[in-house]
């Protein structure tokens, strides 16, 4: 390999992807989560380990782009209605644990002989938990829908609003201790250039992203509306930071703005794949920016200060937790993880730094302390997690049990044409939850004009059926115009989600036993029903009554079912056949009227087909 350098070579690439292949298995065969192992290979082959990478900071300024994404695929899921549902817990909850893990670790930091600026500096850089982290394990163990998971939400939300007083504070501060000089912009700018930057990120997701989407979803192709997706992002995120807000939070707002955009499962199947790459990058960065000279320099007092911050922070999360009424298990669950600092810490710190309120002996010592912390907070939810009893459901979780049922009742219609339209009526009629996703952009606007929430998506990608819930839906409706979209749909879903239902809307008779044999639950060709309602009316206008008429249709519904049955054993040609020369035809049953008027079914008929019906099972059997 060629000498290491701050650039990245196909070698340095080639060992980033390596070291996560080998570290994540591991880890997670050992049951210690991807986080730490990431950490862990990042350290190997850090500065302080193998040494292939001398400037880390490179690849974490990159690598920060994986939290952003993150951050945008959490908005999505979040609409404003139910962010506002929040509000309590964002506000309330949020708050109060910030300010009294704030005041708690400043008194803790002026015990070991800071200074009262320097203090509250370092324990508010301390308490912006690491969303990357905390979000990485609510996201593996599965709790991001339940209550506890929405709590840890708001909570993260909160501390990523707080980067924006905060920055402004060291900026004061600076200035009032005669630091800052004239650098520092005042405030008045400060909050103008935030509320023009929300201002923008709002109007653009209100009113250009829907109409540029459908244009490109019409004129572009795949990748075009992939790099769009990206494009939104990187645009939010560059504007926040712009105004001199967290880029996590830009991408936040834009994925709110674009929860209800009909583009919205699309969006989260495009950029879903980046966020993975880029966070497990984020995590490798982090572990190599952990500077092992200064830890072996410094080790009582980062040692010390690891073990104090931690639990002095975990003291007043809990204690907020359980004033806040949670039980005694979430209350210890949410104190161990978020027991540490978290990235935003290393902005606040960098700030302090250049302002002078920081030297650089306390920015490398805090920056160690954040990083150890954010390390050894996998390992301590492992432990702490083996002494706990097994969760049971308390009264406080009653919210969850709701939202399971509600997500056992849901239902995907995939495709919204004329048949979709008519199924999902009696469905919306009982207040099923329905989520409909189909790729004509103009048959979605023409829906909405009707008030038809219908999302932009393609039925045929495992990742929009995963964007889409076809992995917490119930019944899956396939009512796609093509055959052998269907058919791909159907064996997506059958592979990758085998216990949803699926109904599927059947072309033809071929078409039908196909996905018989598929295994879906329900068929029906498209317009079987609808003919034998037509030819009911038709008898009608002969003459025939409506007895008449009805056991008519009756009997051609059973004789179909006959041959369908026959024809799933013997393949097409089955059922009832007429040999003309040597090729083997399949006519229609012959209906024969019956000899009286009430007389349902011609019962010599009917014995002669189950008869011939028997032979040719017997014969296909042997």
Request: charged letters at 20%; aromatic letters at 8%.
């Amino acid at each position: 390999m060629a000498e290491p350098t701050g650039g990245l070579e196909l070698g340095h690439i080639a060992a980033l992807l390596a070291a996560g292949v080998v570290a994540v298995p591991l880890f997670r065969r050992l049951k210690l989560g991807s986080v730490l192992g990431y950490l862990a290979a990042g350290l190997a082959i850090g500065p302080f380990g193998f040494g292939l990478f001398r400037e880390p900071e490179v690849i974490l300024h990159v690598a920060e782009f994986g939290v952003v994404i993150f951050l945008f695929i959490i908005g999505l899921e979040m609409r404003p209605t139910r962010l506002w549902s929040l509000r309590k817990e964002i506000f309330g909850l949020g708050a109060a644990q910030v300010a009294a893990a704030g005041g708690l670790l400043t008194l803790t930091g002026m015990a070991g002989g800071l200074s009262l600026p320097v203090a509250f500096i370092a324990a508010m850089g301390f308490v912006l938990s690491s969303t990357a982290v905390i979000m990485q394990m609510v996201d593996e163990r599965g709790e991001m829908g339940t209550p506890q998971g929405q709590r840890a939400v708001s909570i993260l939300l909160l501390e990523d609003l707080a980067i924006v007083p905060l920055l402004a504070v060291v900026a004061v501060m600076a200035g009032a201790m005669g630091l800052g000089g004239d650098t520092a912009p005042p405030l008045w700018r400060t909050a103008a250039l935030a509320i023009a930057a929300v201002a923008g990120v709002y109007l653009a997701g209100r009113y250009l992203i829907n109409p540029i989407f459908r244009v490109l979803a019409q004129y572009g192709g795949r990748e075009v509306m992939t790099a769009a997706a990206l494009l939104v992002v990187v645009g939010a995120a560059w504007l926040m930071d712009l105004g001199g807000l967290s880029m996590a939070m830009g991408a936040f707002l834009a994925g709110v703005l674009l929860s209800e955009s009909t583009f919205r499962h699309q969006l989260e199947a495009d950029v879903e794949p980046f966020r993975n790459i880029l966070l497990g990058l984020f995590f490798l960065s982090v572990g190599m920016s952990l500077d092992l000279t200064v830890v072996l320099t410094d080790w009582q007092v980062i040692v010390g200060g690891v073990i104090a911050f931690m639990a002095v922070k975990a003291v007043a999360i809990y204690g907020i937790a359980r004033i806040f009424k949670a039980s005694e298990r979430e209350a210890v669950e949410r104190a161990v993880l978020f027991a540490q600092g978290g990235e935003f810490a290393f902005v606040l710190y960098a700030a302090a730094l250049a302002v002078g309120i920081f030297d650089a002996r306390i920015s490398a010592s805090m920056t160690a302390i954040v990083i150890l912390s954010m390390a050894l907070t996998p390992l301590t939810t492992l432990a702490v997690g083996r002494f706990m009893p097994a969760s049971t459901l308390n009264p406080d979780d009653a919210d969850g049990v709701d939202r399971a049922k509600n997500l056992r009742e849901r239902v995907l219609i995939i495709g919204f044409g004329r048949f979709a339209q008519v199924v999902s009526q009696p469905l919306l009629a009982r207040d099923v939850d329905v989520s409909i996703i189909d790729m004509d952009v103009e048959m979605i606007q023409a829906a909405g004009n009707f008030g038809f929430k219908v999302y932009y998506g393609d039925g045929q990608r495992l990742d929009v059926l995963r964007a889409s819930g076809a992995g917490e839906a119930e019944t899956i409706l396939v009512c796609v115009d093509k055959q052998e979209v269907a058919d791909r749909i159907v064996e997506l879903v059958k592979s990758e989600f085998p216990l949803t239902k699926l109904f599927v809307r059947a072309y033809d008779r071929g078409h039908a036993i196909r996905l018989v044999q598929a295994g879906v639950e329900y068929q029906i060709r498209e317009t079987f029903e609808s003919a034998l309602v037509f030819g009911y009316q038709v008898l009608i206008d002969l003459g025939f009554s409506h007895q008449e008429a009805e056991e008519t249709i009756d009997d051609v519904r059973k004789r179909d079912e006959k041959r369908l049955s026959i024809q799933l054993v013997e393949g097409i040609t089955g059922g009832r056949s007429l040999m003309r020369g040597n090729i083997r035809t399949t006519a229609p049953e012959p209906y024969i009227k019956p000899r009286h008027k009430g007389q349902a079914l011609n019962e010599e008929a009917d014995a002669a087909l189950e008869r011939e019906a028997e032979e040719e099972r017997e014969q296909a059997g042997s």
